[in-house]
């Protein structure tokens, strides 16, 4: 226990400094959660040695971390756009969903071969790793380098599949720990995936709708404050994955059912604060979590992947999604540019660690599934931090302004 409590001494202070310095580390070339996952290497084993936890701890700490801030980030993703202007969405959300997420699944257990893996090892690994992570998508879509510079359907389109895939890509997961556990059966996994996933839509709209007609009655009656207000959807979101888990549900996939159905219900004037509190969570109460990725980074196992492994780390970053996307532009409605952007900008992150940490959890024992998949992560998190902010600002310099 000592050793937990020690950890979370580190990483709140940490993430405290982080915070306290955030103007300046704004003005850096590197995005938040890359200066947090160098300094979660610093002070992890291999270097200061500070954070040094055993394996389950390590697990359970990634795998609940990662499912609150997922549920906080697609929440707020949910948020981020007017209801009405997200219908016309539906169509390239579908295709993203359905298309682009399952062939970047295969494409990435592809890459995963390479790194000496069997197939179904290597295709949980491609599972793992095929959604886009809303957190580091929302430093890409949100603030002001964002919404003066890219156009809002190009935005609009990175938030919903973000926020919508990472609850969705449970059934490929499932389906590919089915593959590579003795104990799990195709029927048992397929019953297991309708159950969470209707249980966490139900539960989702239900709480979206009674916490919107709540809020509603709660302003009329002039009973809700300013503060309270501010966090009432992290309140919701905790609630809601709670709830979802509790009844056998997909909590990720509830909590953004919740926000669409609560950002149908209330006014913008009512979901505008809501900004700041997106950016919070996205930008620092993330922060520990990539801390703690630095800090327990497998790099033994790294190597134990061998040569292929960069072979891999190259592939999942180029082909897991950008060939897809750039095939898909015209039916998804974007422009050749627009293509290119959205299909480089798929990261992975929060999302990916919670599928690994997920899988870890039901009983998968090899450590190369970690090794390859905290691989990619890291890889994801150090490109799109450098790549973020200057091609953002390419695309204003070479196109129309955001519009």
């Known amino acids: ?81 007017p ?32 790194t000496g893996l069997p197939l179904a090892a290597a295709l949980l690994v491609g599972a793992c790793l095929c959604p886009t992570d809303p957190v580091l998508a929302a430093s890409v879509v949100s603030g002001d380098l964002a919404e003066s510079t890219l156009p809002a359907r190009l935005r609009q ?42 249980v966490g839509t139900a539960v989702g709209l239900a709480a979206g709708w009674m916490a919107g007609r709540g809020l509603r009655l709660a302003s009329g009656r002039q009973a809700l404050g300013d503060g309270p207000r501010l966090v009432f959807t992290l309140l919701l979101a905790v609630a809601v994955l709670g709830v979802a888990r509790v009844l056998g549900g997909d909590g990720v996939l509830a909590a953004f059912v919740a926000g669409l159905a609560y950002n ?59 060939p897809v996307v750039l095939a898909l532009s015209r039916p998804l409605g974007l422009r050749g540019r627009d293509a290119l952007f959205a299909g480089w900008f798929g990261p992975m992150g929060v999302s990916a660690l919670f ?11 090899d450590p190369r599934v970690f090794a390859a998949g905290t691989l990619a992560v890291a890889v994801s998190v150090v490109a799109f931090g450098v790549s973020a902010s200057p091609l953002t600002r390419l695309y204003g310099r070479t196109g129309e302004r955001a519009r």
């Open 1 to 81: 226990m000592h050793h937990l409590h020690l950890t979370y001494a580190v990483l709140g202070t940490s993430g405290v400094v982080l915070a306290l310095a955030s103007r300046r580390v704004r003005r850096w070339p590197l995005s938040e959660p890359l200066v947090a996952l160098l300094l979660g290497v610093a002070l992890g084993p291999h270097l200061l040695g500070v954070v040094d936890l055993p394996a389950e701890r390590r697990d359970l700490l990634l795998l609940e971390g990662s499912r609150l801030l997922l549920a906080w980030s697609v929440t707020a993703a949910a948020l981020r756009f």
């Open 83 to 114: 209801a009405h202007e997200l219908r016309a969405l539906v169509r390239p959300a579908l295709l993203l969903l359905a298309v682009v997420m399952p062939l970047s699944a295969l494409l990435g257990g592809a890459a995963a071969l390479l």
């Open 157 to 198: 389109v990175l938030t919903v599949e973000s926020g919508a895939n990472d609850g969705l890509a449970l059934p490929l997961v499932a389906l590919a720990l089915a593959a590579v556990l003795p104990q799990e059966s195709a029927g048992s996994a397929v019953a297991g995936l309708l159950q969470e996933v209707l």
């Open 264 to 322: 149908r219900l209330v006014p913008d004037s009512d979901r505008s604060p809501q900004d700041a509190v997106d950016e919070a969570v996205n930008r620092y109460a993330v922060l520990p979590l990539f801390l703690l990725l630095g800090a327990v980074l497998p790099w033994g196992g790294w190597l134990d992947l061998g040569p292929g492994a960069l072979a891999f780390a190259a592939l999942v970053l180029l082909v897991r999604r950008l």
């Open 355 to 365: 599928y690994l940490a997920h899988s870890l959890h039901r009983g998968v024992q």
